[in-house]
């Protein structure tokens, strides 16, 4: 290993070490002057260590998936407004721990959006954990019964942007609902919550079982908050309609009521 190369490894610049020569072979056939050289390398050293920190961030988050924002249909969801995703996906609502909150029928691409967002918000340099409502009160039950709760809090407190997937699929036990009010009031003005529903939050309190407790989540997810409400049928089902398989199945066209967030 040359002088250089060690110089590099000291300075963990180690895209540039590890292709060094090539790298150096590039610059001089672009007849590239100094400056010009220094600038080159940085970008490949830059360009490698954002795809690292990106790769690693991604797996950090446990998505279902991967989506971007450029593979959403928004032609067959026309309820979702792009210029809002686009605001969204500059992430400044987690600079202010705001909130998102996605409402919709089955199959309109709501986590398709969440995670499409939080990929976005990994790539702006955020901290990112999705995780289903189910799994996530299941989660914080075991650690109260294993005497871990305030940890398990925490753990769920610490990343800037936390994804809750599938609100109101399933209705919460009552302490299951007292556990996720912990949380969100935990996170409260400190870090930003994402979370998908297919339910209208008017009929939350159908979901948690206690219509105090639920306007209690409300004040706090609602203050500083973006709610999207799309309106549609279901990627999934859309073919399966159109070859008259599901032709006795009744169409869900309708998302949450406009008035839902009131």
């Known amino acids: ?82 210029k809002q995703v686009r605001e969204l996906a500059t992430c400044r609502f987690i600079a202010n721990a705001e909130n998102v909150v996605l409402l919709g029928p089955p199959g309109v691409g709501k986590t398709h959006l969440a995670v499409a967002l939080g990929r976005e918000a990994i790539r702006h340099c955020h901290s990112v954990l999705f995780i289903s409502a189910a799994a996530l009160v299941a989660s914080l039950a075991k650690a109260q019964d294993d005497g871990r709760l305030d940890d398990k809090l925490i753990h769920f407190a610490k990343p800037k942007l936390l994804i809750v997937d599938e609100v109101g699929y399933l209705p919460f036990e009552k302490r299951a609902a007292h556990l996720f009010f912990q949380l969100v009031a935990k996170r409260y003005e400190k870090g930003s919550m994402l979370l998908t529903g297919n339910r209208p939050v008017s009929e939350w309190d159908q979901v948690f079982g206690d219509a105090v407790l639920v306007t209690a989540i409300l004040d706090r997810l609602l203050h500083h908050s973006h709610v999207m409400m799309i309106k549609g049928t279901s990627y999934r089902l859309k073919e399966k309609r159109k070859s008259g398989l599901l032709q006795n199945l009744p169409s869900v066209e309708e998302g949450p009521r406009p008035d839902s967030t009131k």
């Open 1 to 82: 290993m040359t002088p250089l190369e060690i110089l590099l490894g000291q300075l963990r610049l180690t895209a540039l070490r590890e292709r060094l020569d090539n790298l150096l072979d590039e610059a001089a056939k672009k007849e590239m002057n100094l400056r010009e050289a220094v600038q080159f390398l940085l970008e490949v050293e830059l360009a490698s260590k954002t795809d690292k920190r990106v790769k690693m961030g991604q797996a950090m988050a446990r998505f279902p998936y991967q989506k971007s924002l450029d593979q959403y249909d928004y032609a067959s969801q026309p309820s979702v407004d792009p």
